[in-house]
């Protein structure tokens, strides 16, 4: 399930990952990224909060539904914050600024710990 953090008349987009990551909540995230779009936001900036992610009670094929949205609509993604208490995504933020820097102009992924939430919020502008 996924809840909004908070709400933004701004270019953001800030949401917390609960228990488990489903297709309903693939089609969410989706919808309310295209809202921000269409407020005429070129680029939408996203916290993504996963401490309370359960992999055994999500959708596999929802994580690959969401990963190919994401590629498809790279250019209109802003700075991306991952908060979570995991030392693997730790690991893969950065490989992943690496693979995407020619396409990433001006735009940051960083990964936070959960105690660095406020420092991620004002990361995407919050």
Known sequence: MIQQIQ???????AIEVIDGFTEIDETLCQ???EEK????????NVLVKLDELKITHSSVKAFMEDTIWALRNYKNIG???IVAHSNVLKALVPIDNIFFKRASEGR????F???????ALQ???L
């Open 123 to 125: 990361f995407v502008g």
């Open 113 to 119: 710990d959960i105690s660095q939430m406020e420092e």
């Open 108 to 111: 940051l992924e960083r990964y």
């Open 37 to 44: 779009l269409k407020l005429g936001y070129a680029q939408v």
């Open 7 to 13: 709400t933004s008349e701004k270019n953001i987009l």
């Open 79 to 81: 700075h991306l914050a």
């Open 31 to 33: 919808k309310l990224f």
